[in-house]
């Protein structure tokens, strides 16, 4: 039996394929269309999962939508009826949308399914609809290595609810209870992140990577006149100040009265306020979400925990959730964003609508290591490079890890394709930049000449599972680069008395361990602990750079450059490597040098294709 579940319509549409309850094929729509964040009907990446395992549409059982648009529709004319006539400018703009395809959501995507499968109606899978947070919780538990689990979902919202809480066992999630829009944790987050500069649903992680340069000055300000916040974690916002639920904008111009400013304007200079607001909000979201957790804890007694939705991708909340919270054991859903709800919905309709049993498998989960998208056979990549006129290079296995760590270990950066691409936003060795973590410019020249992206912005380590715990505080598997750590006093080094009062972002020429590229201003780091069974190529990458430097960690960011979506084909790669002054580039056992290939000539403004995020 296989299951289409797709997301779309409001951002990172994606589609995900199971077969007979094992996931298979998972993608979201942006790497197939170069448009980051894509949020149209994921045509792409549906035809994908269907072309990876050699069946058409016709062979599929059911698709699923992670959404219910009528219940969201009534959320939406409820908000403007309560709050008329102040949100009639928003309403005047929300409805055309809404009456001329979300509200008939149903045939349009018949519609667009008949063209993905070149069928009539009547050859169409059966069509059914999951809630969103349905959606994100069984996106959590059902591919999680726990038989039962408390979960918790927290985005910006849903139909009605941005908060839910549910227990999970067997093949069933049960809703607990839930908080209502407009009180969401994400928007409030995500309102932060407009008056600071960056762009909603996007520039949330710039805020959290912006939050250790500043001191939360703000934190009360915002308890006392934004969010009221009760013993268990429920909350409620001062709607006051916040124009999302009926306006244009996410915040307005009481709440820009409340900081003394004005929104600051995208791409300005960055001050110290804007730094301290971001360290404030960050710590409110870090109490929220420990408060509601061990309100679950004491309800459920689970001793474990699954997290969904966007706030969990909040990776500095999620390690301290992981350190000071009543949960023995959490799992975050990878995908945790919309994307992911493709996966949850699938998933709902297999255990839950179909009543399929449960198989966990102990320590580990079920999402393959999160590398679930394309891959490319060396016949293949060797065709895509001799058709671009690259230069390359082929080796075997142990001369390939040989000459990369050789390299990385000269200062090189490189571009790492190989096997899968992965699902959900991190790139986790797959679709990666990499470098050397023992670096001391390495950060500023992956940030400044290769990714194109403010120069604050902190990397993150890959670190061969063995030795995790070696250089961080950290004893549990972070495989998905969503738990925050500190990294162990032994590899810290004493500040500079020169500089060590130093503010905002004149912290960053202070180097503070023997892994700086990956070591934040505030001693910490987002790890990806890798494993041989989940990706044996990049564990073998760097086991061989341990072997000849004494240093098991590397630099991994994502392989794309600001406002461009993650590389998913050879031909992405090669385009990116020659945008950027990346050194080599390895697409499976071909290696690219960059002083070997031809001149590289645009066509256009190529940084002008791509929305600035």
Not at 47 to 68: H, M, P, T
Not at 443 to 470: H, T
Not at 519 to 524: A, G, I, K, L, N
């Amino acid at each position: 039996m296989y299951i289409l579940g797709l997301s779309g319509y409001y951002h990172d549409s994606a589609a995900c394929l199971l077969h007979n309850g094992e996931v298979v094929a998972a993608a979201q729509e942006e790497r197939f269309t170069r448009k980051k964040h894509d949020a149209r009907f994921p045509k792409e990446s549906a035809r994908w999962c269907l072309e990876s395992v050699g069946i058409n549409l016709s062979e599929v059982q059911q698709a699923v939508f992670y959404d219910k648009p009528l219940i969201k529709f009534e959320r939406l004319l409820e908000t403007y009826i309560a709050s008329a006539p102040r949100g009639f400018s928003s309403f005047l703009s929300a409805m055309p949308v809404w009456l001329k395809e979300k509200l008939y959501l149903k045939s349009v995507l018949k519609k667009e399914l008949m063209r993905l499968g070149e069928c009539s109606k009547g050859e169409l899978p059966t069509l059914l609809f999951a809630g969103h947070h349905q959606s994100h919780a069984a996106s959590a538990f059902f591919p999680s290595p726990f038989e039962s689990a408390a979960i918790l979902c927290m985005d910006g919202v849903g139909e009605w609810a941005p908060t839910t809480t549910w227990m999970g066992e067997g093949n069933r999630i049960q809703p607990l209870w839930q908080i209502d829009f407009p009180h969401s944790l994400g928007l409030l987050y995500s309102a932060f992140t407009y008056f600071t500069g960056f762009k909603v649903n996007s520039g949330e992680y710039k805020l959290m990577g912006l939050a250790p340069y500043g001191e939360p000055r703000y934190a009360d300000l915002i308890r006392e006149h934004l969010i009221d916040i009760k013993a268990d974690g429920t909350f409620r916002l001062q709607m006051d100040y916040f124009d999302y639920a009926t306006g244009l904008k996410m915040t307005n111009e009481r709440f820009s009265e409340l900081f003394g400013r004005p929104a600051r304007a995208p791409e300005s200079p960055l001050t110290q306020q804007e730094m301290d607001i971001a360290a404030s909000i960050q710590q409110v979201t870090e109490d929220v979400v420990l408060r509601v957790a061990s309100t679950l804890y004491r309800e459920t007694g689970s001793p474990n925990l699954c997290l969904a939705g966007g706030v969990a991708l909040n990776c500095v909340a999620n390690g301290r959730l992981q350190r000071e919270g009543p949960f023995e054991k959490i799992w975050i859903q990878p995908a945790a964003g919309d994307a992911g709800g493709a996966l949850g919905c699938a998933l709902a309709a297999w255990h839950e609508y179909a009543d399929h049993p449960r198989q966990p498998r102990g320590k580990r989960d079920h999402m393959r290591g999160g590398y679930l998208g394309p891959r490319y056979s060396m016949p293949s990549v060797r065709e895509s490079l001799t058709e671009l006129g690259a230069c390359f290079e082929e080796f075997d296995d142990q001369a390939l890890f040989a000459r990369s760590a050789a390299l990385l270990d000269a200062n090189n950066v490189l571009g790492w394709f190989q096997g899968s691409m992965e699902f959900g936003p991190r790139a986790l060795g797959a679709r990666s930049i990499i470098g050397d973590a023992r670096s001391k410019s390495m950060q500023s020249v992956m940030n400044l000449k290769i990714k194109y992206r403010e120069s604050f912005r902190p990397f993150a380590p890959a670190v061969l599972a063995e030795y995790v715990s070696e250089y961080f505080d950290q004893e549990e598997e972070s495989p998905y680069m969503l738990i925050v750590s500190e990294v162990k006093l032994a590899h810290r080094i004493a500040p500079d008395p020169t500089i060590q009062d130093a503010f905002g972002l004149d912290r960053l020429n202070q180097q503070r361990s023997d892994i700086p590229a990956v070591t934040h201003v505030d001693y910490t780091a987002r790890i990806q602990s890798v494993h041989h069974d989940t990706n044996p190529r990049f564990h073998a990458l760097l086991s061989e750079f341990n072997r000849q430097t004494g240093c098991p960690v590397l630099v991994n960011t994502s392989f794309n450059v600001r406002g461009e979506p993650i590389v998913c084909t050879p031909e992405d790669a090669y385009r990116c490597f020659m945008r950027t002054e990346m050194d080599y580039l390895v697409i499976e056992n071909c290696l690219l040098a960059k002083p070997d290939q031809p001149a590289w000539e645009e066509t256009a403004n190529w940084q002008q294709e791509f929305e600035l995020d």
